[in-house]
T-cell receptor, first 110, second 115 residues
Framework: SQQGEEDPQALSIQEGENATMNCSYK?????LQWYRQNSGRGLVHLIL?????REKHSGRLRVTLDTSKKSSSLLITASRAADTASYFC??????????FGQGTRLTINP | EADIYQTPRYLVIGTGKKITLECSQT?????MYWYQQDPGMELHLIHY???????EKGDLSSESTVSRIRTEHFPLTLESARPSHTSQYLC??????????????FGPGTRLLVL
């Protein structure tokens, strides 16, 4: 079964608002990664957070990791129409394979 | 942009045909992966490779096969395509280096439709 579950499955907000997506997983991890996928395309890596880190920033992205709750969140601040995409969390348990969640479909309305 | 390529991008074929989806990367990555993804759904790992002459089955059972004769090339073959194989197939790679290089680089995908 898949490791990650993402919440919400779909999110629609107005441009300029912040978007928060959550990811929960089941087993221990070395790191957790977030990827973005535009419709019909491949995935693009956004940010990686290691199991010993609690928060990480990259531009308008903020990722948190709570290993005690086995959960992570991705925050996109000041959203733009171009942020419309699907966002996936993926866990790396050390077997050099990633296990992906089912994704959150984010729509930014102008 | 990642230097990983997939061909064809789109393929429509009839049931029973043999097809090969190509994936190549110019980054010298040892590890390569094939995922299957239905529209709007999660990715399922179907095959992966740790390097030349290494192939492993993924978490999702698949009727496809792969080969890894060269580092840069990881083709996926369906001997007899069926409508249930209709999906998007994504190829990815990552470096063999340790910490700091765990991310995967994805190709643009091949959309397969089997009639």
């Amino acid at each position: 079964s898949q490791q990650g579950e993402e919440d919400p499955q779909a999110l629609s907000i107005q441009e300029g608002e912040n978007a928060t997506m959550n990811c929960s997983y089941k087993t221990s991890i070395n790191n957790l990664q977030w990827y973005r996928q535009n419709s019909g395309r491949g995935l693009v890596h956004l940010i990686l957070i290691r199991s010993n880190e609690r928060e990480k920033h990259s531009g308008r992205l903020r990722v948190t990791l709570d290993t005690s709750k086995k959960s992570s969140s991705l925050l996109i601040t000041a959203s733009r129409a171009a942020d419309t995409a699907s966002y996936f969390c993926a866990t790396d348990g050390g077997a050099q394979k990633l296990v992906f969640g089912q994704g959150t479909r984010l729509t930014i309305n102008p | 942009e990642a230097d990983i390529y997939q061909t064809p991008r789109y393929l429509v074929i009839g049931t029973g045909k043999k097809i090969t989806l190509e994936c190549s990367q110019t980054m010298g990555h040892d590890k390569m992966y094939w995922y299957q993804q239905d529209p709007g759904m999660e990715l399922h790992l179907i095959h992966y490779s740790y390097g030349v002459n290494s192939t492993e089955k993924g978490d999702l059972s698949s009727e496809s096969t792969v080969s890894r004769i060269r580092t840069e090339h990881f083709p996926l073959t369906l001997e007899s395509a069926r409508p249930s194989h209709t999906s998007q197939y994504l190829c990815a790679s990552r470096t063999n280096l340790a910490a700091g290089k765990e991310t995967q680089y994805f190709g643009p995908g091949t959309r397969l439709l089997v009639l």
